[in-house]
């Protein structure tokens, strides 16, 4: 393609891609009920974009569902960062068959579904059903397996010299670890963060089955109030919250954009 | 990203081993255990589950749980809700494959040079990438609600396919970018010096050499969204006529019901059909891959 026709197409191309149902997302929150209720491309002929949003904040109790997002969030991307690089770094370093089938059944998590209705009594069993921390062992227990293989391969890469070095200079496993190799995993880490944050904050199916009705998260209140009540029909209010939902993440990804993509693409490799 | 296509593509690599008596003192086995406990309470200990409570009666309405054999089984293949389900979950999963790479692997090639606007464009693809699900499904509600195109027996499981696609392009954008950037400028420049036109050089060099880009988006895309449930819940909710009714779908509409059984039927088939296929489609790829 000619150099001077790329940036047209490509301006062209994300618009219509991307621009057409941005637009339809922030023209629809910024109308009136009546307006919103045939959701079209036009803009609303008075905005009401921070009226719908003040609505939707007290109206669905935002900050309780929000609340409950970040007590699931941080939690699991802590316990699947430390728990799988630390699991990642010796199945990576120790080649005998047996990590090779440790290692095998680690990550078969990527691919193979998690049980959603027996993990509901299991849970039960265990007296956790419904709780923080169940949701957070289910989620513990799905993506781990994304981080041992990610840091796993990442490790590989790492000449074990290092490592060495500190171990001469009678070091520890464990202050070998902390010291050596958690700094340099930092890039496939910010990585597994990212991934494990989308899936997450964004998950609605895997909270459905352990926490529906108990804990409120935004994914889940977003879906028990779009389906019935409330919102029905009042594409206004549902875009509105879309909007307050996606924030946060588009928050962090505008600020941390760069360091972001490199992760995702170069800072692997490096 | 790029590591782990690595690591899919080049796992039998594996650096010389070292003495085992030095590994079992500086890469002691007791770091395994808080993750290893975890994936076996949380993850294989309900996969297990599955194989036994599908045989059962387990329900909403009773306390009692009683085996019932293949009882199960026999009732959603009578009505035809499991060669439906898996159908419908089959064809969603290969439609979302191509419709993701060919996205994917299109805007990566019209992106690739590092200009202002292409690092825009990218940025601004990323977005639905970050959004949820559940929100993208919303917003193509709207967006295609007098159109008709939710409303077809035939067509709207490509048309919830193609939404499940635009969700994830801009991932399957990235990766196939990492992949482009590896590719030595050398090898491109032989090509060209041999007289090989751009359109050879793109499909005889280029292309081939990012097969392991290849063999990740394909695999997470096909596998991934065997899985899936939030694009089509609310684009469709599984309709029209239980069309677009993927497995899990079916899934949590009958544990809504309180059809416990059920449920855990369906998704002991669906882990055992993703169980199945990945196993073909791994090798397969990667075979395309030893032969270049």
Redesign the interface.
Known sequence: ?SRRL??V???L??AA??????W??IA?AGKSRAEAI??DLSPPTQWHLWDNLRQVWTAADVPAAFFGSLLIVVPTVA?VLI??S??A???A????RLTAA?YA??IS?I?????????V??LRQ?GLAGTALGMI??Y???Y??TV???V???V??IP?AL?EAA?IDGAG?VA??RRIVLPLLRP?LA?ATILIC?YV??D??YA??VVGGRLDT??LN??QV?SAGLYLNN?HL??AY?IL??LP??VV?AVA?RKI?AG???G??K | MTSAIGTLTKARVLPVAAPGTITRRTHPLWFLLPAYLLLLIFFVLPTVYQFIYAFTDWSGFKAAINPVGVDNFRQLAENGTLFRALRVTVVYAVLVAIFQNVLGFGLAVLLERDTVVNRIARTFLLIPVLMSALAVGYIFQALLKHTGLLADTTWTILVVSLIHAWKWMGLAMLIYLAGLKTIPEDVVEAARIDGASRWRTFWAIRVPLLAPAITFNVATALLGSMNGFDVVQATTGGGPARTTELLNIFIYRTFGQGLFAQATTMSLVLFLLVALMAFPVITLLRRREEVL
Do not use: K, Y
């Open positions: 393609m790329q940036p197409a490509a301006i191309l994300v891609l991307i621009g057409v149902p941005l339809l997302v629809t045939d959701p316990g728990l799988g630390m699991a770094w010796v199945l370093r120790r080649t005998s440790l059944l680690g998590g691919i193979l579904p998690p049980a959603v209705v027996t993990v009594l299991l265990l062992g289910v513990l227990g799905i781990l397996s041992i293989f990610f796993t391969g990442f590989r890469t074990e490592e171990r496993p070998v670890f496939v990585t989308l904050w964004n609605v199916f459905f089955f935004l994914p977003l879906f779009a594409w549902i875009f879309v939902m996606s993440l588009v990804f954009q993509i995702i693409t170069g692997a490799v």
